[in-house]
Nanobody, 125 residues
Framework: VQLQASGGGLVQPGGSLRLSCAASGFTLDSYAIGWFRQAPGKEREGVVCISSGDGSTYYAGSVKGRFTASRDNAKNMVYLQMNSLKPEDTAVYYC???????????????????WGQGTLVTVSS
């Protein structure tokens, strides 16, 4: 199981970015997928989780309405579209997966065994 996140960068407040997560070694829709982030000096927090099977999503309140997660099973890709970015969205963003969690409800990092390397998003003017 391997994950590789990409797409981070510097963006001005109010701007947009799309993160990508390339998955390999497993069938994408059979595993839950989570996007997490960790800001300097803070704990890792769940941003959005995509359930296995039907791909339902659960967003953290801080990003709901601004971020949209999706997956392309044919391409083995997961995406995180981030709009209306704020300085407090600055963090390293990770994608993660696990075969045993459903991915329904709030995202907890301890439920995910496999992690990508992270991509840095900086929101600043």
């Amino acid at each position: 199981v391997q994950l590789q996140a990409s797409g981070g960068g510097l963006v001005q407040p109010g701007g947009s970015l799309r993160l990508s997560c390339a998955a390999s070694g497993f069938t994408l829709d059979s595993y839950a997928i989570g996007w997490f982030r960790q800001a300097p000096g803070k704990e890792r927090e769940g941003v959005v989780c995509i359930s296995s099977g039907d791909g339902s999503t659960y967003y953290a309140g801080s990003v709901k309405g601004r971020f949209t997660a999706s997956r392309d099973n044919a391409k083995n890709m997961v995406y995180l579209q981030m709009n209306s970015l704020k300085p407090e969205d600055t963090a390293v963003y990770y994608c993660a997966t696990d075969p045993f969690t459903t991915g329904r409800g709030p995202c907890f990092s301890w439920e995910y065994a496999y992690w990508g390397q992270g991509t840095l998003v900086t929101v600043s003017s």
